[in-house]
């Protein structure tokens, strides 16, 4: 597959944004940061570790809410800069409390900063890029590169966390000052705060209209991408469970050498991101962003499902063939979740719609975690995989229904039209 013709035709702004967000993604692994830090220099026990890494989960939340609502008003340029440059400012500081708790309650402001950038980034894409098959391309190219960076930082800190854990500080803070720069000097956006004819009625009638807010008037007006979003929360609670399911089953299945079965599953996963992105992203180009998802959705169900097999048979061979089904299943929802809100919000207000979604998502990832563990605990693991094939086999059928009431719609004005 010709990567070069894969990725064609994008503006230069594209391709540099694209390139900040996977140099960013190198030094984007604060979770794991959290748990290294303080299990590995701290001595803390894995439990009151995932507590830090909870807060930092809990945080993302009204992180990405606030960080759409601000790249609505102030640009999405400018919110991207400054959360990206207060982490590396507090990533640098890092060095002169290392040794202590300190450290850890820094690392969650910064999560908090990181996830303020989130829905910048998204809605900024969006903003460069025309079209969907345009936008499908730029939010592939970004989610391959931000894979890229994510396979590279933690493996090169990996050798340095340890015994140089300031380096890894300092390393993660130039990061994130170089894409920064990036932004700055070469991603050109032009007016970055465009307010439509409605969000000016809304700002000029706040004064008389308190109980008024302009996003729930633009959701009332999209009740279709309201559903959508609601919907996106199973997306998010199934994907969890390549972090969270997974390592038990290993555990469950492989005993021991659980967690170097998981290493290779995750291996797996960042193999096929990246041989199989610009493979599929080709194949599915002329396919809507809807009914990429609902594809995407049976591929869940398929590869999450059958480690239920391993209830039989122990064979690593199920494994691999499983992660490479729900990787595909990743791949067709991830680099088509965003553009279904792209071509259906205006843009004074694409920051907030993405941060909405984002914060959906956290929490699919943090409820997730816990619903499951209520399922494990009453029945074995191996049948969890069903009823996560089951929510897998919901969502692609949500996401049909939403084809259809789409559908219905559009039909319905045809009919309006002809009438009048």
Same mark, same amino acid.
């Given at each position: 597959?010709?990567?070069?013709?894969?990725?064609? #035709?994008?503006?230069?702004?594209?391709?540099?944004?694209?390139?900040?967000?996977?140099?960013? +993604?190198?030094?984007? /692994? &604060?979770?794991?940061?959290?748990?290294?830090?303080?299990?590995?220099?701290?001595?803390?026990?894995?439990?009151?570790?995932?507590? /830090? &890494?909870?807060?930092?989960?809990?945080?993302?939340?009204?992180?990405?809410?606030? #960080?759409?609502?601000?790249?609505?008003?102030?640009?999405?340029?400018?919110? @991207?800069?400054?959360?990206?440059?207060?982490?590396?400012?507090?990533?640098?500081?890092?060095?002169?409390? +290392?040794?202590?708790?300190?450290?850890?309650?820094?690392?969650?402001?910064?999560?908090?900063?990181?996830?303020?950038?989130?829905?910048?980034?998204?809605?900024?894409?969006?903003?460069?890029?025309?079209?969907?098959? !345009?936008?499908?391309?730029?939010?592939?190219?970004?989610?391959?590169?931000?894979?890229?960076?994510?396979?590279?930082?933690?493996?090169?800190?990996?050798?340095?966390?340890?015994?140089?854990?300031?380096?890894?500080?300092? #390393?993660?803070?130039?990061? /994130?000052?170089?894409?920064?720069?990036?932004?700055?000097?070469? &991603?050109?956006?032009?007016?970055?705060?465009?307010?439509?004819?409605?969000?000016? !009625?809304?700002?000029?009638?706040?004064?008389?209209?308190?109980?008024? +807010?302009?996003?729930?008037?633009?959701?009332?007006?999209?009740?279709? &991408?309201?559903?959508? @979003?609601?919907?996106? /929360?199973?997306?998010y609670f199934i994907y969890m469970q390549a972090s969270f399911s997974i390592p038990i089953q290993m555990n469950s299945s492989f005993g021991e050498n659980g967690a170097a079965y998981y290493g290779s599953v995750m291996t797996i996963n960042a193999m096929c991101v990246i041989i199989l992105t610009t493979l599929i992203l080709s194949i599915t180009k002329k396919i809507t962003a809807i009914n990429s998802i609902a594809i995407g959705a049976i591929f869940y169900g398929l590869g999450f499902g059958i480690l239920g097999l391993l209830d039989y048979s122990t064979n690593f061979i199920i494994v691999a063939l499983s992660t490479i089904l729900w990787t595909v299943g990743e791949i067709l929802i991830q680099t088509n979740i965003n553009l279904y809100i792209a071509s259906r919000v205006p843009d004074t207000h694409q920051g907030r719609f993405n941060g909405l979604?984002?914060?959906?998502?956290?929490?699919?990832?943090?409820?997730?975690?816990?619903?499951?563990?209520?399922?494990?605990? $009453?029945?074995?693991? !191996? $049948?969890?995989?069903?009823?996560?094939?089951?929510?897998?086999?919901?969502?692609?059928?949500?996401?049909?229904?939403?084809?259809?009431? !789409?559908?219905? +719609?559009?039909?319905?004005?045809? $009919?309006?039209?002809?009438?009048?």
């Amino acid at each position: 597959m010709n990567l070069v013709k894969t990725y064609a #035709g994008l503006t230069k702004e594209i391709y540099f944004l694209c390139l900040a967000r996977t140099i960013n +993604s190198i030094g984007d /692994f &604060v979770f794991s940061l959290i748990t290294l830090y303080l299990t590995l220099q701290l001595g803390m026990n894995v439990v009151s570790a995932g507590i /830090f &890494v909870s807060l930092a989960a809990l945080i993302s939340g009204p992180g990405v809410l606030l #960080g759409g609502y601000l790249s609505d008003i102030m640009g999405k340029k400018t919110i @991207i800069v400054g959360g990206q440059f207060l982490s590396s400012i507090l990533i640098m500081s890092c060095i002169f409390w +290392s040794g202590t708790i300190a450290v850890a309650y820094i690392l969650i402001i910064v999560m908090f900063s990181i996830s303020v950038t989130r829905p910048a980034y998204n809605s900024l894409l969006i903003k460069l890029s025309t079209g969907e098959k !345009e936008r499908k391309s730029a939010f592939s190219l970004m989610y391959l590169g931000a894979n890229l960076g994510i396979a590279i930082g933690p493996l090169v800190a990996g050798y340095f966390m340890r015994d140089y854990i300031n380096f890894v500080f300092l #390393g993660i803070s130039i990061v /994130f000052l170089l894409s920064t720069i990036i932004i700055i000097s070469l &991603v050109k956006v032009v007016d970055d705060k465009v307010f439509t004819k409605f969000e000016k !009625e809304s700002l000029n009638n706040h004064n008389s209209q308190h109980n008024s +807010s302009p996003i729930l008037k633009i959701i009332m007006k999209r009740p279709l &991408v309201a559903y959508f @979003i609601i919907i996106s /929360f199973l997306n998010y609670f199934i994907y969890m469970q390549a972090s969270f399911s997974i390592p038990i089953q290993m555990n469950s299945s492989f005993g021991e050498n659980g967690a170097a079965y998981y290493g290779s599953v995750m291996t797996i996963n960042a193999m096929c991101v990246i041989i199989l992105t610009t493979l599929i992203l080709s194949i599915t180009k002329k396919i809507t962003a809807i009914n990429s998802i609902a594809i995407g959705a049976i591929f869940y169900g398929l590869g999450f499902g059958i480690l239920g097999l391993l209830d039989y048979s122990t064979n690593f061979i199920i494994v691999a063939l499983s992660t490479i089904l729900w990787t595909v299943g990743e791949i067709l929802i991830q680099t088509n979740i965003n553009l279904y809100i792209a071509s259906r919000v205006p843009d004074t207000h694409q920051g907030r719609f993405n941060g909405l979604l984002l914060f959906v998502g956290c929490l699919g990832y943090t409820i997730s975690p816990y619903l499951t563990g209520i399922f494990i605990n $009453n029945i074995d693991i !191996e $049948n969890v995989w069903l009823i996560i094939s089951a929510f897998s086999l919901i969502y692609s059928l949500c996401m049909l229904f939403l084809l259809y009431l !789409e559908k219905r +719609s559009i039909r319905g004005k045809l $009919n309006e039209e002809l009438d009048f």
